[in-house]
């Protein structure tokens, strides 16, 4: 599942929106593929209490020793370790598109939702661009390079088997149908155009090419500019879709 793409101090782009649109006095709140936890402790700073959810332990285990006061779980979207209407609000930030079974995590997150809750869900939207995505674009040149066979210099191969799962791309009426019966959807906004997936892929190569993530790194530039970007509404053209569900 993603991991946030912030700053301890800041938040861009859908982050920044989703976080607006949580509501004063919905704790606690869940944060679904919750990464490194960094989003988790803003939205226990406005919501008061948060619980971060993620399938990676190494993420998990930095969370947990920096940011004390939010509670992390292991678990992925499909199976969430929680009693029902155990949340005021559920936080689904980029993750919907890497989950296994995504019919399933929305069914999951609506049974751990409090009746009258909220689900705020943003995804990539299948919008004008959406073939530039970067995730989908770098492990597609990583996959053929693989078939090269290149040798490494101390035995073995380059990317020898590499496999990914395909970063999915959705339309609003396929949210729609998604959330079916469960949710009422109140709000709905698009953003990004062409640069959002330009400069995210400029990301994605610094990571796969560098030695540290760049969650640790100070690309303020690159996201202020893509958070422009994302401000700009081109609608069904739009690279990101964002909504605002509440719980019937």
Same mark, same amino acid.
């Given at each position: ?114 009746? @009258?809750? +909220? ?6 939207? &299948?919008? /004008? ?5 970067? !995730?989908?674009? *770098? #492990? ?69 090419? @560098?030695? +540290? ?6 690309? &303020?530039? /690159? ?5 422009? !970007?994302?401000? *700009? #509404? ?15």
């Amino acid at each position: 599942m993603s991991t946030p793409v912030s700053f301890r101090e800041h938040l861009f782009d859908r982050y920044k929106l989703l976080f607006d649109w949580l509501p004063d006095g919905a704790a606690p709140v869940l944060d679904v593929g919750c990464g490194n936890g960094i989003y988790t402790q803003h939205l226990a700073r406005k919501g008061g209490a948060a619980v971060g959810v993620d399938h990676n332990q190494k993420n998990l285990a930095w969370a947990k020793t920096e940011f004390p006061h939010c509670e992390f779980v292991l678990s992925n979207g499909e199976e969430l370790p929680f009693a029902d209407a155990s949340f005021g609000a559920v936080m689904l930030t980029e993750v919907l598109e890497h989950t296994r079974d995504d019919r399933q995590t929305l069914r999951e997150i609506a049974r751990v939702c409090r009746p @009258g809750g +909220t689900l705020l869900l943003s995804t990539p939207h &299948r919008g /004008l661009f959406a073939g530039l995505d970067p !995730d989908n674009a *770098l #492990n597609l040149f990583f996959q053929r390079l693989s078939k090269l066979r290149i040798p490494k210099p101390h035995g073995g191969r380059f990317y020898d088997g590499f496999t990914f799962d395909w970063h999915r791309h959705y339309s609003e009426l396929e949210l729609r149908d998604l959330l079916g019966d469960n949710w009422r959807v109140e709000e709905v906004t698009f953003g990004g155009f062409l640069l959002y997936p330009l400069l995210y892929g400029v990301e994605n190569v610094l990571d796969s090419f @560098g030695s +540290t993530r760049s969650y640790w790194k100070d690309y &303020r530039l /690159l996201r202020r500019v893509r958070g422009l !970007d994302f401000n *700009l #509404n081109f609608r069904a053209w739009s690279y990101n879709i964002a909504l605002r569900c509440v719980r019937v």
